[in-house]
């Protein structure tokens, strides 16, 4: 079990509908946690890594922005970008940036001021994130390719709406335990399952909101990390796969191909197995890429996902915690800050820090973290 | 040239595989297959990575296919809003998979997974073209 890079700060922003800041402001707020998390200044850093999808932004490469109002000139800075799994894929750079031995302190930084541009700009943008040749001129959009998913789960497996519904009723349970998700009231089945189509089979309360948002994570080697931190946090596996942009491109839509290959390449790489699991934390854009992370995770078999869901196991309480910090379903999802929130959730879990949503002696956790639908797939596995 | 005349909104007037249009004018829906390995390639492109090669031949995309999934939009994006709801779909042509628009004549309720379709060319309003996925 590689031990040679660790997390030693952490930093979230609340995750707004409407961040009332610019974009720096907004970047700080999770900056300024991370760096007193980490006990450091801005001169200890050796690289920044920016994270965000520039189609939200005005800001032209808003990294060289970001490196002079963090401090963190001269040293380098430069712009990662998978959409949705841009911050944990700046997790990967950093890894590799530190085993190398080029650099011994690298911030990863997330962030999306979604409400930056209009809201038809912004839907604009959503429908140029397909083939914008072959699938765009269809009238595409996010919901529609998860959906197309959902019911192709639906048919082969004989999943339902109703199991969907109760991955949001888990979510938006612990949604109102977090302080700062968007969506923190409580849901019932029957209001999930009776809310207006967006695209069918899916409804309102299975599509997660668009936010504002930051993450912050700092990397070290092992030898900085054991002299500055009391608690690192190693990274123990990482895995990256791709899959089609197109859907006819893909072999099957009842799970997410990416997410699969790159489950196997981080578990191979830690040695460890989908058991060994204490905590997880999946990208749940919509409740059926939480019932598909389940099965490409390995945590069901496949068409299995369902039990784990309808059975609580994956409540605090159950066999294997996903998302008991609400998910992206109430946390919001600001693109490029998400999967650091994602990795800071799992951070303070095996710190023994996660409060209210502490799973008990949680030593290994996973984050899951996919970018558009599945094109981009990364699976990163923490211990303490 | 003639790109400019796919779908409704339409993002790419430019590309070596524009023929495609002049196909579909004829009632044809065509792929890309290349001449080097024999890969069959639908969406169309002008290049296969694996030989790499350059020499495609246009190829007739034929008979029924099956409904492999599909959704009805209710909420479409900037262009499309006046279009819902709209059914997207993906069908299987002996191994070629087609993406696109159910007939919108069909109600939800008829629409099942593994149902014979097939394709044909749609001509819309303003001079653009498409096509579109219909019963067999």
């Given at each position: 079990?590689?031990?040679?890079v660790a997390v030693i700060g952490v930093g979230q922003s ?7 800041g610019s974009i720096r402001e907004l970047a700080f707020e999770a900056f300024r946690e991370a760096i007193k998390d980490a006990g450091i200044t801005p001169a200890d850093i050796d690289a920044s890594l920016i994270c965000s ?6 800001q032209?490469s808003p990294s060289g922005l970001m490196a002079e109002y963090l401090g963190l000139n001269p040293q380098p800075t430069f712009a990662i ?6 911050s944990?894929?700046g997790i990967?750079v950093g890894?590799?940036l530190i085993?190398?031995?080029l650099h011994d302190i690298v911030l990863v930084l997330g962030f ?102 930051s993450s912050c994570i700092i990397l070290a080697s092992?030898e900085r990390a054991?002299e500055i931190c009391?608690?690192p ?103 490029g800050a998400?999967?650091g929130?994602?990795v800071r ?40 | ?136």
């Open positions: 079990m590689p031990k040679d609340t995750f707004f509908r409407n961040y009332e999808a520039p189609e939200y932004d005005k032209r970008e998978t959409v949705c799994s841009s944990t894929t990967r890894y590799s085993k190398s031995g999306q001021k979604m409400s930056e541009i209009s809201s038809a700009d912004s839907q604009e943008r959503m429908g140029r994130g397909a083939d914008i040749m072959w699938e765009s001129p269809f009238g595409t959009m996010m919901p529609a390719y998860y959906a197309m998913h959902a019911r192709a789960h639906f048919e082969r497996y004989g999943s339902t709406e109703k199991d969907l519904a109760l991955i949001r009723v888990k979510a938006a349970k612990y949604g109102q335990l977090n302080d700062k998700a968007v969506y923190r009231k409580g849901l019932e089945l029957d209001q999930v399952l009776s809310a207006e189509p967006v695209a069918t089979p899916l409804k309102r309360f299975d599509c997660c909101a668009n936010a504002d948002g092992a054991k009391k608690k946090v190693w990274i123990l596996g990482l895995g990256a796969a791709t899959a089609s942009l197109t859907m006819t491109g893909r072999e099957s839509l009842d799970g997410l191909s990416s997410a699969r290959l790159a489950a196997k390449q981080a578990y191979e790489m830690a040695g460890v197995g989908p058991a060994d699991i204490d905590v997880a934390e999946v990208h749940d854009c919509f409740t059926i890429a939480e019932l598909m992370a389940y099965e490409n995770l390995g945590f069901a078999e496949p068409g299995k996902g369902v039990e784990l869901i309808r059975n609580g196991e994956t409540y605090l309480e159950g066999k294997i915690p996903v998302n008991v910090d609400g998910g992206l379903l109430s946390k919001g999802h600001p693109i998400t999967g929130s994602q959730t799992i951070v303070l879990q095996l710190r023994d820090e996660a409060g209210a949503i502490q799973v008990p002696n949680a030593e290994i956790g996973l984050v899951h973290n996919i970018g558009g639908v599945g094109i981009y797939g990364n699976v990163i596995i923490f211990g303490r | 040239m003639g790109f400019e005349k796919f779908g409704r909104v339409s993002f790419t007037a430019q590309t070596k595989v524009g023929a495609f249009i002049e196909n579909l004018e004829k009632g044809d829906l065509t792929a890309t297959k290349c001449s080097q390995c024999g890969r069959i390639y639908f969406p169309p492109r002008a290049d296969c990575p694996w030989c790499p090669d350059s020499t495609m031949e246009w190829f007739k995309i034929e008979g029924t296919g099956k409904l492999v999934s599909f959704t009805r939009v209710h909420y479409g994006p900037t262009g499309f809003e006046d279009d819902v709801p709209y059914t997207l779909a993906l069908a299987d042509f002996d191994g070629v998979k087609v993406f696109g628009r159910l007939s919108k004549d069909l109600e939800e309720g008829q629409i099942k997974v593994g149902m014979d379709l097939k394709a044909v060319t749609a001509f819309l309003p303003g001079g653009q073209i498409s096509y579109e996925l219909v019963p067999a």
